[in-house]
């Protein structure tokens, strides 16, 4: 069995004790115990049921899940279906939906994949082609048996995304990223809808939001702006981007902004001062601020740890 990084290390640590400290009944919201928190992380599923074990309580979290068992047996509740996990099983696991595992075989094999959508907002990707996607509405039935072909192409991809992982690669978030997009849309393709009347996991305000920022994130860097074009309270798109992506619409913003700047900064000869310009920034002081409070580093530094990687 591979060895766990640091990250995979701290993950399980706190999973394992945020299932020690639930009541009995209750339903442990790993959000709130859970110390560290990533974008995106996956974990072979040999590795989870060796630290934390074959039975895991009720929980839920703000993260999407895809978990592939490639071999093993098990029971598993996702909202409210329960069904067998056998060999070759793909389970989709939405943002906040209560799931738990049971008697899976100490021999089960496969990986398990979690991530948000905060990680598409740091990609040149219209997020809401995602999000029309049957992966992202609220009738999806979410276990399917995949044939040998299928569960091979959806291994591949997971073995990918571990390699490129482990790797310090130039670009590596980038493309991790976009081996991510290929096992959403290749699992799209598999999943069904129960029915047609249950409605989306994400706001269609949070969409148009997202959109206008993509629009006009040169010329408006506050949320005041972009709540007066959605016709609400600045604190109602805050609500609702915490309780949907759990972060907040300034944050948004910014990581979009920041997105922004490392594109400029690794793809063009543009000065640091130009890039800060180039996305609306009146002093190129205040931008130099702004990159470091986000990346630690200034512009030139970031500029060459990438170059030199």
Do not use: W
């Amino acid at each position: 069995m591979p060895m766990l990084n640091v990250d995979e290390k701290v993950i399980l640590d706190d999973f394992r004790k945020a299932i020690r400290l639930s009541e009995k009944d209750s339903v442990i919201d790993v959000d709130q115990r859970v110390g560290k928190k990533l974008d995106s992380f996956l974990l072979r599923l040999e590795s989870s049921l060796n630290e934390i074990g074959p039975n895991i309580p009720a929980y839920r979290a703000a993260t999407f899940v895809i978990m592939y068992v490639s071999k093993g047996d098990g029971k598993q509740i996702v909202g409210k279906t329960t069904f067998t996990v056998k060999d070759r099983t793909l389970v989709i696991i939405p943002p906040r939906a209560i799931r738990s595992y049971s008697s899976h075989s100490e021999l089960s094999k496969g990986y398990y994949l979690s991530f948000n959508l905060k990680y598409y907002f740091q990609l040149h990707f219209p997020v809401h082609h995602l999000l029309k996607m049957h992966l992202f509405k609220k009738n999806l039935i979410p276990f399917c048996y995949l044939d040998m072909k299928t569960g091979q192409d959806i291994e591949r991809i997971f073995e990918l995304i571990f390699e490129e992982g482990h790797q310090q690669r130039r670009n590596k978030n980038e493309l991790i990223a976009l081996k991510i997009l290929e096992l959403i849309i290749l699992c799209d393709r598999q999943v069904q809808p129960a029915d047609s009347k249950a409605g989306d996991y994400y706001s269609p305000l949070l969409i148009q939001y997202i959109d206008l920022i993509n629009d006009h994130y040169k010329e408006h860097h506050t949320t005041g702006y972009y709540a007066g074009k959605l016709n609400i309270h600045p604190n109602s798109l805050n609500a609702t981007a915490k309780r949907y992506l759990d972060q907040s619409a300034k944050e948004i913003l910014d990581t979009k902004l920041i997105s922004e700047a490392k594109y400029l900064l690794f793809n063009t000869s543009l000065s640091a001062k130009e890039i800060a310009y180039e996305i609306g920034f009146n002093s190129p002081s205040h931008f130099f601020r702004f990159f470091k409070r986000y990346t630690g580093d200034s512009p030139l530094h970031y500029r060459q740890k990438h170059l030199n990687l």
